[in-house]
Antibody
Framework: EVQLVESGGGLVQPGGSLRLSCAAS????????MTWVRQAPGKGLEWVSV??????????YYADSVKGRFTISRDNSKNTLYLQMNDVRTEDTAVYYC????????????WGQGTLVTVSS | SYVLTQPPSVSVAPGQTARITCGGN??????VHWYQQKPGQAPVLVVY???DRPSGIPERFSGSNSGNTATLTISWVEAGDEADYYC????????????FGGGTTLTVL
């Protein structure tokens, strides 16, 4: 059974750092497209970052709002996806979801339950 | 980067048909995916690649895509269909490959 479990959210001060984790089971993160999507309170879904499968070169991409501050990565040995968040801002406050797509044509078919990040002093 | 435009809200009576649109430049040449999100829950994929349904999604959910508009159609709407719906596609042309629409709130009257 495919499952994604996020962790690492919490309260962080502006300018601080946080690392989110997304533990996967039932598939291998290196073989699929893995993404982070966030949702600010009362707002819509906002794409944050994506890492392509190893077969597609493992390329990484970022939304302009987080580029240079956030880093997506994965640990194949732990089958876990990460999002390192540095220099966080109040506008980064959101629920962060990880999700996977087998291929770009299939959409994101599995999502985690989300982890809340609150940036506040 | 690519922009997807959705109406903020759609209202429909139970048993009727809801149509939620997603506009984009020549979107008909792209594969569009649709997600349903209920309050406090993670999004759920309900239609992928324009018109295919994942396992477990009722046949009442269907999709189409042509020209500059993709459409999610929900037939025989039920109270339980009340949710936010988002379209999404992969844009291979630039550095922002994952694009979501702004979302549409479906209200069942």
């Amino acid at each position: 059974e495919v499952q994604l479990v996020e962790s690492g959210g919490g309260l962080v001060q502006p300018g601080g750092s946080l690392r989110l984790s997304c533990a996967a089971s039932g598939f291998t993160v290196s073989g699929d497209y893995m993404t982070w999507v966030r949702q600010a309170p009362g707002k819509g879904l906002e794409w944050v970052s994506v890492i392509y499968s190893d077969g597609s070169g493992g390329r990484t991409y970022y939304a302009d709002s987080v580029k240079g501050r956030f880093t997506i990565s994965r640990d194949n040995s732990k089958n876990t996806l990460y999002l390192q968040m540095n220099d966080v801002r109040t506008e980064d406050t959101a629920v962060y979801y990880c999700a996977r797509a087998r291929y770009s044509v299939t959409g994101f078919d599995y999502w985690g339950q989300g982890t809340l990040v609150t940036v506040s002093s | 980067s690519y922009v997807l435009t959705q109406p903020p809200s759609v209202s429909v009576a139970p048993g009727q048909t809801a149509r939620i649109t997603c506009g984009g430049n020549n979107i008909g040449s792209e594969g569009v995916h649709w997600y349903q999100q209920k309050p406090g829950q993670a999004p759920v994929l309900v239609v992928y690649d324009d018109s295919d349904r994942p396992s477990g999604i009722p046949e009442r959910f269907s999709g189409s895509n042509s020209g500059n508009t993709a459409t999610l159609t929900i037939s025989w709407v039920e109270a339980g269909d009340e949710a936010d719906y988002y379209c999404q596609l992969w844009d291979s042309s630039g550095d922002h490959p994952v694009v979501f629409g702004g979302g549409t709130t479906l209200t069942v009257l």
